[in-house]
Each structure stands twice: as structure tokens, then as C-alpha cells.
């Protein structure tokens, strides 16, 4: 029992939990977890903690990371596939719905069911990202230092709220968020909120 008392208190138990142990100290703990019950049983109560801290500290992700990181890779999939490269026109005040027509009317360009944010990218620069965006119920506050993020709303409605300031966005409308300014969106239409939305460089 000596043995397994040194494995216990040796602190090897918790690096291997964590996967920082050498290949060949990975294997002599696992003989030695067959070998004896009580470090098995340790090795089992280091986990159970582990996951016990994990959940207790647990941070929601961000809601919007998810469909923008599937919409880059469905952006790259797509050209890989031999989907042109196009570049469509930045946005400003003076935006139709209509000057992103060849983008909008693709039959590719759909909601699909169960998301409550979703994204296909239109257009890639270095300096630019344009996609459409469809938002359900609300997209989560965000402050953006390096990026200007730019809106015109082409289905749908909603509130952009900047810091304390309410804008009331419906079809057509543009609006710019500018930098260093807490911003949220909620849909105030019983369908989703579609919109183009254009990140360009600071």
C-alpha cells in the first residue's frame, strides 16, 4: 500500500488526469491504476472534481461565435468548390436592398430551421466581411475596437441599442455602429430580422 500512497500523493495522479503526464508515465499509471484499487479510485475522484470545478466555472459562450465560424467554413467550402469570388458594394446611408439583389435572390440564401442566428458570408477582403444574417429574438451585446460594423435591414425589424440609445430599424433602413460603443439587437418583427451586415477594419 506504500506504493499506491506515493502515486496518491506524488501530485502524477493529477497531471495524468489532465493528459500532462510522458508517454511512458501514462503507462505506468494505468498498470498501476489495474494494479491497485485505491489509485484507481483516485484517479476517479481527481476526474469527478475536475468536472465538479468545470461546471461550477462554466462561461456561456457567446451565442454569435457559433454562426459566424460555421459561416467562414461554409465560405471556404464554397470556394474550394469553384465558387467565384465576388465583391459586394459597402455599405453606407445611401444602401438599396436592391444593390445586394444577386446575393439576396440565390437559392442557397435560406434560413434553415432551428437557428436562432444564422450567417452566409457574401464577400471576403482582408478589409472587409459581408454576409446575410438572419436573427431570430436578439443578438448579444458586443463592443467592437477594431472593426467598424455597418447594418441595412432588408426583411423583418429591430432595435439596435447603442449604449442607452434606442434606433428603430425597419426594411431599408442602414445604420452604422460606432467603435468603442456597447451595442445589442433585438428583433421586434414576428419574423426573423434579415439583414446585410458589413465588418470593415478600423
Not at 54 to 81: G, Q, S, W
Not at 181 to 189: F, G, P
Amino acid at each position: 500500500m506504500k506504493i499506491a500512497k506515493d502515486y496518491i500523493n506524488s501530485g502524477m495522479l493529477e497531471q495524468y488526469v489532465l493528459g500532462c503526464t510522458s508517454p511512458a508515465e501514462t503507462t505506468e499509471i494505468a498498470l498501476m491504476a489495474v494494479a491497485f484499487p485505491a489509485i484507481k479510485m483516485e484517479i476517479e475522484a481527481i476526474e469527478r472534481s475536475l468536472e465538479a470545478y468545470a461546471i461550477a466555472h462554466a462561461v456561456e459562450p457567446n451565442p454569435i461565435i457559433k454562426p459566424f465560424l460555421l459561416a467562414v467554413v461554409d465560405y471556404t467550402e464554397r470556394m474550394k468548390n469553384g465558387e467565384p469570388v465576388t465583391v459586394p458594394p459597402v455599405l453606407h446611408e445611401n444602401s438599396f436592398i436592391e444593390d445586394y439583389a444577386p446575393w439576396l435572390n440565390r437559392s442557397d440564401m435560406i434560413l434553415p430551421d432551428n437557428e436562432d442566428i444564422f450567417a452566409k458570408i457574401i464577400g471576403y477582403t482582408p478589409e472587409a466581411v459581408t454576409a446575410i444574417v438572419w436573427i431570430k429574438e436578439y443578438a448579444p451585446q458586443e463592443v467592437h475596437d477594431h472593426e467598424f460594423e455597418k447594418f441595412l435591414v432588408v426583411e423583418g425589424s429591430c432595435n439596435i441599442i447603442v449604449e442607452d440609445k434606442i434606433h428603430t430599424l425597419i426594411p431599408g433602413d442602414y445604420f452604422a455602429i460606432p467603435l468603442h460603443k456597447k451595442h445589442l439587437v433585438k428583433v421586434t418583427s414576428i419574423i426573423p430580422c434579415k439583414v446585410i451586415l458589413q465588418r470593415i477594419a478600423a
